[in-house]
């Protein structure tokens, strides 16, 4: 007896190989009926025999494509009906969009064979795709996921293309960004004065290996957005590069041709070569130790023992890859503190005295992304990511919202990302920046409204940290006040505790939680600078309960930006000859009056790492932010926590003596103790406090957040210390740092507002 039933699918299912693959599936079972994508997902009808009705149904379900992901799905009889055989319909926009949105993904083995084999229709071609690889998110205008709702739209199919896109046995049937050279995208090189050069299009790669090789810096624009390039090979262009980006010491991330290359000359192990090989592919921080290759490590990485890797994920990457011999820098497209460059005109306007050349291309890109970056810590393993962007951005899927407001949050300042509930869904946009750029603030606005177009919804609920000028606050007051919205402000370091809460769903939880979020800088609820905060979490309310001793927050901005402030701040009278050579008379005679004339205060263990590092000559004024701890990390080879002392206690009244620490470490110092040690008691001492509040107050669970903890040592030693008796909640999906505010905000809003 035949039955029809209609399957309803919701969560990452367009632009994934979704329809044909259930076509397909339908064929194999001898089923008829129809499937289409809409607002919510993917609606199937199907008739046949129950038997195979269910086999199909199980099938799709538990083997669906390798990159979509289902969140819900629904099997329900319906009338009968007759269907001819089984078609792909097109799409019908009815309601409100309420799906996964569709990241980027790396190119697919089977394209990359395609482009290199010389008897294939797509040799040599870079926007190779299919329905399992290419950009997505980044060409994404409008919804549902089909070809006239992105940019790849401006280039309609040519006969062959529109062939396959039919062929039901097709890798690109119904693949929405298909092309090919005939009808698809153009490439050229422009020199930095934007006259085209005469290259054909087969010899392209080759020429810019070439230019590559002579020492050129190529602009290159890829499918997320432009990549400064160079030989990381040749210690002058790399320098010349950080010369002319205005960038002297923030590490470069290094393109590898070849995974076999990367293997020879860096230490990688399983979880490395997963990450990087993964659709998201992003760049992994890996350790120099034993370093085998030829890289100008002191102008790539300076004063690092480490190095950000990635491999080709994208056909523009991988053709240039196939002609290369050597890795190259390849840096976000932008002047330092700038967003991301991708259009051509801005790109040579803006980088025409950076680069030599630029590889450019006829595809808009409507959402430009930076490389994501993962590291992960040597001992545990713990994954730690640093950058939330390409790959990733903009679905989370590890939320359990449930809610009638259409909730906004417009996140911190520094590390700027935004994050939309507007459906039964939670968008966490890409790393958007430091919004003290004008340009950054900009970005930040127009993906803010681009957000609330593409879901047609207006925010009832908008929610910004409660420090009075961040950019990101005040753009969220005027919102508030144009459209009439309700308005909350949400503490940071509660933000940064609620989103660790947040992603292990320990809202519910019965066993109070102890937050431990230490960062540079956030606004406290008493007006004084936090950063060094101990919560608790119980039943939907969250407590601070301890925190590093106040110290004098002096000269503003600049205190985040040079170490020796911090020094001195925090440097008793015994400790005075460190200072010296540090300051000039006269700074040194205006600080001090500063320092005894200051009331704001701050507990910030960001600040205490900067103290740190002037005080054992590492690091006296930062060139990019975070650097002190950047260097000071750096210095740990190997440890052993048995040899390891702390440099103080918490005391009966849960304070935390900062100045006590840093005078016992100065004093390890002075007699001589290599920095190696010293560096590594500071961190076994910032564990050990951790572990000393758990004691005193009884707590089982602790979680943590902050850009602290992109310091790997130490989350390995928390990890020792705690030797499963305690369970640790460290950021899975998202950032430490201030990426995961936005998010953190929804959740304090969902979960700890008003009980
Ligand atoms: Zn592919
Ligand atoms: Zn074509």
Redesign the pocket.
Known sequence: MQKTYKISISGQVQGVGFRPYVYGLALEFSLTGTVSNNEEGVIIFVSGLEESIQSFYNKLIHLPPPVSRIKDSEILQVKNRDFEAFKIVPSQKGGQLNLSLTPDFAICEECQNDIVNPENRRSNYPFTTCVNCGPRWAITETFPFEREHTSIDE?P??????E?YRNPLDRRFHSQS???????IELFLVDNSGNKLKVSKDAMFKKLSSLLTQGQIIAIKNTSGYLLCCNAENEEVVQQLRDKKNRPNKPFAVLYPSLNQLKEELQIDEGHIKSLTSTERPINIISLKDYKGNIALNQVVPGLNQLGVMLPYSGILQLLANELRFPIVATSGNIHGSPIISENNEAIEKLKDVADYFLQHNLKITHPQDDSVVKFSTKYKVEVLFRRSRGYAPNYFNSSIQSDKKILALGAHLKSSIAYYPNEFLYISQYLGNLDSYDVYGRFTKVTSNFIDLFEQEPNVLLVDSHPTYQSTLHGVELAEQSKIELYKIQHHKAHFASVLGEHNLFETKDKVLGVIWDGTGYGDDKQIWGGEFFSYESSVINRISHFDYFNWIVSDKMSKEPRLSLLSLANDEMHSILEGKFTDEEFKIYRSLKEKNKLKTSSVGRLFDAVASLLNICDINTYEGEAAILLENYIDHYNLNDCKVYCSVLDDNSIPIVELLYNLYSDFKNGNSKEIIITNFLFTLASIIFQIAKNQNFKQIAFSGGVFQNTTLVDMINILSQNQYKLYFHKDLPPNDENISFGQIMYYLNCMGK
């Open positions: 280039f199919m040519c006969d062959m293309c529109i396959e298909n092309t090919c050279k005939t009808c698809g």
